[in-house]
């Protein structure tokens, strides 16, 4: 058993914010957009989080970015998450955020930030929406981490002693630039205090010291423990404090882990003179059963998707699916693709909600137009298995409208006269020599965008193109009119172009197309083509409607475009084979193509005698679907490999481990069943992410996965994690599964899915038991109005409704044994904290 902690965080926007560069006039705007989210997982005791808005200085600075999902799975406080600066504000502004550690070290302008608890996060269980004023930074504040100590106090006949013993600190803000700190104690009792000796270059000192102070005559005083950095110039820097009162001193002398604090100071509001960010947050804490309590539940939702079409209306996951709506459904949809992938059912599962949306939709120009289980979920499939495939159609034209930076423009509202070159020499260029001059600038982008879309029939992953098929059949069989010939094609086309092509072009940052978001003239140059794509992928059925008239200009490209898609379609669902298109890693991991290279540290195999910074060599990697190779350079003839087949887990390496950042460790299994670690640094969190995500899906499918692993190093006789004092021990924390839904996102963790879902369920009990055995013939879902509206008889008859009542109450008998679970491994939590012992 274990628990689960993560954050859903969404950087939206940021409005007022002050200009910080003498350029600042140039720009038409302080309101930044960024719009990126993340999924992270944090550790379940962190207290706050904080989001830094800072100016990017591109002279003269050194910028750490980009910094994303540092705090994946096992990630401790401190690491850094920071969106990409975006060039649409006066100023270069990204947003930094941590837990809380603050990057003072960069030499990019600090504006402000943005600090909530856990406790105002949690508050609501939907969690934080709105916009939030930024407050100024001051360094004494901005403290993390904690500090192991055990009090006593002592009486002999020379009077009171309160011995402190300053055991050890851990995650301390990182103070120096080389990202660490030289760290001692100093204590205060009274009039009295002593220090501890420093320990240089570290973030997790241990000390082990005693210091003892004599009660002098008085009152009786507080005991505060600070600790601070040593600077050799200039004063020290402030790392935090604890504070124990006289009288818990007396009653209860304090022993254990205690989390730093700053300095009480009175809380300064900027009124909103630093501006505003608007964020999204929402913190999901759970517990994470052994696999075997999930199996009736996850064997339910096989059974659904499984079972002949005519069950579809009235099986467990059709309840699932009429009980849950909005944000709910969008997370639904996500947890269950991740679901039915790790089962190899993901096609099964798709094909299900196609019949089950085909079914009860009358109207053909509004199938799939819903944001309805069947869209996300396919949105969601499409964004697993086709990001590279979107990548090798896209990228190369993405590229060169950031680096060609031509202005164009068709909307007369929207020309700027003054943006673009002298055409003639009587004057300025008129609306019409614009236009036509961006004409052609868009014809030129789109007919590549075009040609790589239609051509790509073969790239396009098999999983796809067998999940398009049979969304093709479906649509036909339930519109087989000649009016609706265009229907299967919409059907398709919605998907590939409305949902994936046309999003990926107007965003390409959020699509990792770009590692840096658009500025506003590139920015408008992409929604031109993006509407253009969207327009295709309409197959021109809206053109000369609306009010965008004066995209009227493109109408002629735009037809002959259209014709070229529909054999593109057609093309792509001529398919053979009955796959299941529940398994990508076969489709985007070729066994000889390299599909990851370039330089990592290497940790030396039996580092001992060395320092931690010296253990790791710079070697250059390869990765295929074969083999992990490295040697000392690109060039060099003598390699070292590493069979794929051999890898048995691929995880995070706690920051504490080697006092390093952006470790991973790469777990294989020799012939002799013996296990072998090797440990290897990337130079950031990017990269990390980026690999963890190659080396998972290459070895996805493996035998004989590890279930757990030491997310720490065995140094100076034990685990830095769990202290356990044998090298063989188990691991202390589990692993996670082998493909991830792109270089950004959590890995497939089916236990953790199938946990969501029961929430799902949980939240809904009452419902659930009121709609379908209380009072089977109410029902208020959109679905149900829907079929109301269409005279659809879907579930209506009273078999379906029995049979839909039976489906719930097996649904209920589910949710009842996994309460128990829930509730004894609560109790053995219970019992385990009441008797842990110091520093547990």
């Known amino acids: 058993m274990a628990k689960s902690s993560s954050l859903n965080v969404r950087v939206v926007e940021g409005r007022a914010l002050p200009a910080k560069d003498v350029t600042a006039t140039v720009w038409r705007s302080l309101s930044p957009f960024w719009g990126e989210e993340y999924t992270i997982h944090v550790p379940l005791d962190f207290h706050h989080l904080a989001f830094y808005v800072l100016d990017e200085d591109t002279v003269g600075c050194v910028y750490w970015g980009p910094m994303f999902g540092d705090l994946g799975e096992g990630g401790m406080p401190g690491s850094k998450v920071a969106t990409q600066p975006a060039l649409d504000a006066c100023s270069c502004y990204s947003v930094t955020w941590t837990l809380p550690c603050p990057p003072f070290h960069r030499r990019d302008d600090i504006i402000g930030k943005i600090s909530l608890s856990k406790d105002a996060i949690a508050a609501d269980p939907r969690g934080i929406d709105s916009w939030i004023n930024l407050s100024r930074v001051d360094p004494d504040a901005e403290v993390q981490g904690e ?18 013993h300053v055991l050890q600190a851990r995650d301390l803000a990182p103070r120096d630039i080389t990202g660490t700190s030289d760290p001692f104690a100093r204590v205060f009792w009274g009039s009295q205090s002593l220090e501890t000796s420093t320990i240089k270059k570290t973030r997790f000192p241990h000390w082990d010291e005693v210091l003892e102070l004599r009660e002098m005559p008085g009152s009786p005083a507080p005991l505060r423990v600070e600790l601070w950095d040593w600077d050799m110039v200039g004063k020290n820097d402030f790392l935090g404090m604890v504070e124990f009162p006289p009288q818990v001193l007396q009653q209860n002398a304090p022993s254990g882990w205690f989390r730093l604090l700053p300095f009480p100071r009175a809380e300064e509001d900027s009124g909103g003179t630093l501006g505003a960010v608007r964020l999204k947050v929402r913190l999901i804490e759970d517990r994470i059963l052994p696999s075997q309590h999930y199996q009736p539940l996850t064997e339910l939702l096989m059974e659904s998707v499984l079972g002949p079409a005519e069950e579809d209306a009235v099986s467990p996951l059709a309840v699932l699916e009429e009980l849950t709506s909005g944000d709910c459904r969008q997370d639904l949809a996500t947890k269950l693709v991740k679901l039915f992938l790790g089962q190899g059912l993901a096609g099964s599962f798709l094909d299900y909600l196609t019949r089950r949306e085909v079914t009860r939709t009358t109207d053909p120009n509004t199938l799939f137009r819903s944001n309805s289980l069947a869209s996300k979920a ?54 019409e020599h614009v236009r036509d001059a961006s004409l052609g600038l868009l014809t030129g982008y789109l007919g590549p965008i075009v040609d790589a879309i239609v051509g790509s029939v073969g790239r396009c992953p098999p999983a796809m193109r067998l999940v398009f098929k049979q969304l093709r059949q479906r649509v036909e069989e339930r519109f087989p009119q000649a009016e609706h010939e265009d229907v299967k094609y919409l059907a398709i086309s919605g998907f590939l172009f409305l949902r994936f092509f046309a999003p990926a072009i107007l965003t390409p940052k959020l699509f990792d197309l770009r590692d840096q978001h658009a500025d506003p003239q590139t920015s408008r140059s992409l929604l031109l083509l993006a509407k253009a794509v969207q327009s295709i992928g309409n197959l021109g059925q809206q053109l000369g409607q609306g009010k965008e008239l004066w995209m009227a200009p493109l109408h002629p490209f735009l037809l002959q475009s259209i014709s070229r898609v529909r054999h593109f379609l057609d093309q792509l669902v001529d398919v053979d084979g009955e796959e299941e298109a529940g398994g990508p890693v076969r489709a985007l991991v070729a066994p ?15 580092p001992a005698s060395l320092a931690t910074r010296f253990a790791f060599k710079k070697r250059y990697f390869w990765l295929s679907g074969e083999t992990l190779s490295y040697s000392k350079s690109p060039e060099w003839q003598m390699r070292s490999s590493i069979p794929v087949s051999h890898i048995c887990a691929v995880e995070r390496v706690d920051e504490g481990a080697f006092q390093l950042p952006h470790v991973m460790q790469v777990m294989t299994r020799g012939a002799a069943g013996g296990l072998h670690t090797a440990y290897l640094q990337c130079k950031n969190v990017n990269e990390l992410n980026q690999w963890l995500s190659a080396l998972r899906k290459a070895s996805a499918p493996n035998p004989d996965k590890l279930a757990s692993c030491h997310p720490g190093a065995f140094r100076s006789s034990r ?8 090298r063989s021990a188990a691991g202390c924390s589990r692993t996670h599964s082998a493909v991830t839904l792109g270089d950004w996102s959590d890995p497939l963790d089916p236990d953790a899915e199938i946990q969501m879902v029961y ?24 679905e149900a109005d829907a079929e109301k509206d269409s005279g659809a008889t879907e579930g209506a008859c009273p078999d379906a409704l029995a049979r839909k009542r039976e489906a719930a109450g097996r649904l209920l008998e589910v949710l009842a044994d996994l309460d128990r679970a829930h509730e004894e491994f609560q109790q053995r939590e219970q019992q385990k904290a009441a008797l842990g012992p110091l520093g547990h």
């Open 147 to 164: 500090i192991c100590l055990d009090v006593q106090m002592l009486e002999d006949a020379r009077g009171r002693c309160l011995r402190c």
């Open 378 to 431: 396919m949105e969601q499939f499409m964004k697993l298995v086709g990001m590279p495939y979107l990548h090798e159609v896209l990228k190369p034209v993405i590229n060169r409208v950031f680096e060609e930076k031509k202005y164009m423009e068709l909307d007369p509202c929207k020309m700027d006269l003054g943006r673009t070159r002298r055409i003639s020499f009587k004057g300025a260029p008129s609306e």
């Open 592 to 606: 000889s193509v390299i599909v990851r290279e370039g330089y990592l540290l290497k940790r030396k195999e039996e």
């Open 719 to 726: 685990w830095t994690c769990c202290l356990q004092a044998e």
């Open 759 to 782: 929430r799902q369920l949980l939240l809904r009990r009452d419902q659930l038991r009121m709609k379908f055995q209380e009072d089977p013939n109410t029902d208020s879902s959109p």
